[in-house]
């Protein structure tokens, strides 16, 4: 029995309905996943108790010894996975990863440039109600509104322009790749340095199956929970020149302690990515990411930029039908069991609670073991919903039939289940997709 069934009912009961809404629904917002028991349980660890102010060797704390080896098994393997100089694995997420380098390289009031919210980037990137809006002259690039995507002109005018000290590329919602080249010229043309954010396809990248910001952009940020399958957390890389200013703008610039539980799924996560089959797995997000895009196309959506290089596509549904709105999708595909977020699309008339687009994702579904076919029925669902201008009947219908389709296709760690012991699939269920098992190194 879960200790945490026999301490705290309502608690409990909370942990099993989440469970059992992942297990139940088909997850395709774009930024999610689902990690590995190896990674859950390193998660779950007394690792959670240690204080380990400072960095391996050199700690503010006494009795760091185990927690040096699994902080530098992570700092080792990440810097395997992306090839890069330095790493500080401690940022406690996406957002403080980038907050780090502000901290090295920006004095408040700096011009910054970044892709703006509403064209795919992030609250992070200079927007007003961010820290990154408030405290620095942030500025924005957008997509062409023809090609729908970054127009790379604009970019070097803006940059002519407003001299930032720091131009970030990456982004939250861009169906396509990044020239990272392209921006290093224009970066060092007008003396500012690079931060990549490659928060959502980090995993693309480890498998070199998205061109790597190495060595183009001083510094590398990502989350490690979206593509690169890892726990909620961050990680930000850059070169040897810049390693102690990073080192210390993460602490004491920003945190205190880090977080040493997370850290070890992050060492968890990052050796699994490391396997050859991280790399058919990454594919295979790519492959569903297109076999979804062109159902939905041959249904009469159309994606901005007219498709996906990566794990994500960005749907106007004006096309389909010009009184959709991104939240009425979301909340009937919600009650259908199907579970995505509105987004705006580039030029959208509407507002951000509103939207004129959804954002849909693959790797969430990859990682259960869906493929090429079961995004036909995927994309079905996904139609029907849409068109089904909200009736309660025709949703539960969906619903019912999600559901079904769903379980055979289990999640690793359920605990709450009814039938079977923890994470053992129930007798005619197919096997999820396996995680690797991760080697000693030598
Ligand atoms: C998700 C994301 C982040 C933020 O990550 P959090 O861990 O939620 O703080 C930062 N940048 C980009 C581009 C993202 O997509």
């Known amino acids: 029995m879960n200790p945490i ?10 942990l099993c309905d989440e469970q059992e809404r992942q297990e139940s629904t088909l997850e395709l917002i774009a930024s999610e996943n689902h990690v590995s028991p190896a990674v859950l349980a390193a998660a779950a660890t007394p690792l959670t108790n240690k204080y380990a102010e400072g960095y391996p060797g050199k700690r503010y ?41 502000f901290l090295a390289v920006l004095q408040p009031g700096d011009p910054i440039l970044g892709l703006h919210l509403d064209h795919g980037g992030h609250l992070t990137h200079g927007k007003s109600v961010n820290l990154s809006g408030k405290w ?28 930032p000290k720091l131009i970030i590329t990456g ?24 931060m990549a954010d490659i928060a959502h396809f980090a995993g693309l990248v480890a498998t070199g199956l998205h061109p790597s910001p190495i060595p183009h952009a001083e510094f590398i940020t990502t989350t490690t929970h979206k593509t690169l399958r890892g726990p909620r957390s961050g990680l930000a890389m850059c070169g040897a020149e810049w390693a102690k200013k990073l080192d210390s703008a993460v602490f004491p610039g920003l945190q205190g302690g880090p977080l040493m539980h997370i850290i070890a799924a992050k060492a968890a996560a990052f050796g699994e990515a490391l396997q050859p089959e991280f790399k058919v797995y990454a594919r295979q997000i790519l492959g569903n990411a297109q076999a979804l ?24 549904l004006r096309a389909k039908d010009p009184n959709l709105t991104g939240a009425a999708v979301e909340s009937w595909l919600q009650t259908a069991g199907i579970i995505v977020n509105k987004n705006m699309i580039p030029f959208d008339t509407r507002k951000p609670l509103e939207t004129s687009g959804i954002r ?11 493929r090429e076919p079961e995004m036909k029925n995927v ?6 919903g849409a068109s089904s201008g909200g009736q309660a009947a025709a949703l539960n219908k969906i619903r019912g039939e999600v559901a079904e389709f769903a379980r055979q296709f289990p999640l690793p760690h359920l605990q709450c289940r009814a039938a079977g012991a923890p994470g053992e699939p129930i007798a005619g269920e197919r096997n999820m997709a396996p995680f690797s098992k991760v080697p000693s190194e030598a």
């Open 5 to 14: 069934q026999q301490t705290d009912p309502a608690l409990w009961q909370a």
């Open 61 to 101: 704390y006494g009795g760091c010894q185990f927690v040096d080896v699994v902080e530098n098994l992570a700092r080792d393997r990440a810097k395997k996975l992306f090839g890069c100089a330095h790493v500080n694995v401690q940022p406690h997420s996406g957002s403080q990863a980038n907050q780090a380098v």
């Open 136 to 163: 620095f002259q942030a500025f924005h690039y957008r997509v062409d509104p023809k090609t729908e995507r970054i127009d790379m002109a604009e970019v070097r005018r803006l940059a002519r322009e407003i001299k």
């Open 171 to 194: 982004a939250s919602a861009y169906p396509r790749i990044w020239d990272f080249t392209a921006f290093a010229e224009i970066a060092h043309e007008v003396g500012a340095v690079q």
């Open 293 to 316: 895009a062109e159902e939905l196309q041959r249904r009469g959506y159309r994606l901005v930029s007219g498709g996906t290089d990566n794990h994500l596509m960005l749907i106007d």
């Open 360 to 370: 849909l994702g693959t790797p969430a579904l990859t990682t259960r073991g869906l």
């Open 379 to 384: 994309a079905a669902w996904l139609d029907r």
